[in-house]
């Protein structure tokens, strides 16, 4: 069965190997915390406001320089660590990651007093506490979380391409290399744009619990890379030169094309939850309606689709699946259907959401004003 699926070489750890690869995660998640608390960072108010204070919560950011030094680290092997480590390892860490998860969502939500939900396993799964922090708010959970995840997709993308190089050298298939790239630019800009994640929907409304932890430990920092614990192992799809040349543009002007899209429409939105007045990019009045104390945007990106951004992370779903180059192998297409099937079931919760957030009625003139869910013209 595992040779059928194409990764038997991620099984191939001897028994110490596999012990370590099971720690693995548990090593991680301990550096992280120690970098996140030593390390300087800036205080920011987020979005989320403080009931015991009735002002907005202040947060460390320091994931950029956490996640400079991470990749330092790795690249130059300081620890002595491989650097196809991450890769060789992924599903031994995985599992053990998992475990770790669980028992962190235990602790994190048991700890807390019973909330709406009753039932053990709604709270496990969902979590009880919308926050976390320790320390005089030094330690955040949830940045915690997405520091860890972020930094971990961009090593174990990059630990896959060190993999795949030693594997093939110069017979290595380009499209490895550049999904490496895809990802570390993507958690670049994100911690270039740190302070952005603070007005998002899972900071704001996700409570604390093992879908969160999970989710932004494991999912995110090591599951996100599916795709090469298949194509890690396939050499150069020997195009012609000027095929290569169009295959490997016409996946970067895709992935650019989908985080564009993506990064504008959460950038916009940031900037009208922080200065409501203000003309996004300075070109963009902010149209909005309103429904009682909120504000509905509903000009720029957010005119053209509810849930625009949506479709930037399906395009650059898209350029994940065909960056490539083995276009009918179904290993290279497992992101773009994780992805594409995420935010489809994504939207419709945010749609039932924002009915009660903004009212039915406020909603509907919304949903009316902008008719397109994701894709303009098509859904």
Not at 315 to 326: K, P, R
């Amino acid at each position: 069965m595992v040779e059928w699926l194409g990764i038997g070489h991620l099984l191939e750890l001897s028994g110490t190997e596999a012990i370590a690869g099971y720690l693995t995660p548990l090593a991680i998640f301990a550096v992280f915390f120690v970098l996140q608390i030593v390390l300087p960072a800036r205080r920011v108010p987020g979005y989320v406001v403080d009931p015991r204070t009735g002002k907005p919560r202040n947060y460390r950011l320091n994931g950029l320089l956490v996640f400079a030094v991470v990749v330092i680290v790795w690249a130059f092997e300081v620890t002595g660590m491989p650097r196809d480590w991450f890769y060789r390892s992924s599903i031994h860490a995985v599992v053990g990651g998992t475990d770790l998860c669980i028992i962190l969502a235990l602790v994190a939500v048991f700890s807390q007093p019973r909330g709406a939900r009753k039932h053990w396993f709604l709270a496990l799964w969902h979590g009880r506490a919308p926050e976390l922090s320790f320390f005089n708010e030094r330690f955040d959970v949830k940045m915690y979380l997405y520091v860890v995840g972020g930094t971990m997709l961009s090593l174990n993308a990059l630990s896959g391409a060190a993999y795949h190089y030693q594997l093939f050298g110069a017979d290595s298939n380009p499209g490895v290399f550049l999904y490496a790239a895809f990802f570390t630019f993507y958690v670049l800009d994100y911690f270039i744009f740190e302070r952005v994640q603070l007005y998002t929907y899972d900071l704001i409304h996700e409570g604390v619990g093992f879908k969160m932890i999970w989710g932004g430990l494991v999912v995110y920092g090591w599951l996100f890379i599916l795709p090469l614990w298949g194509m890690a192992v396939y050499p150069d799809p020997g195009f012609t030169p000027a095929w290569t040349n169009v295959w490997l543009v016409g996946a970067s002007a895709l992935f650019l094309f989908g985080w564009g899209i993506s990064r504008g429409a959460n950038l916009q939105k940031y900037t009208f939850k922080r200065w409501p007045d203000r003309r996004f990019l300075g070109l963009i009045e902010p149209e909005y309606i309103e429904a009682g104390d909120r504000k509905i945007l509903c000009s720029g990106l957010w005119g053209v689709a509810r849930h625009l951004n949506y479709m930037g992370e399906g395009f650059l779903g898209l350029s994940i699946g065909l960056v490539f180059g083995y276009f009918a192998n179904p290993w290279a297409w497992t992101y773009t259907v994780f992805v594409v099937t995420f935010f489809v079931f994504r939207q419709r919760f945010d749609e039932r959401y924002c009915a009660e957030k903004y009212g039915a009625e406020k909603w509907a003139e919304y949903r009316a004003r902008v008719k397109w869910r994701i894709i303009p013209g098509v859904y």
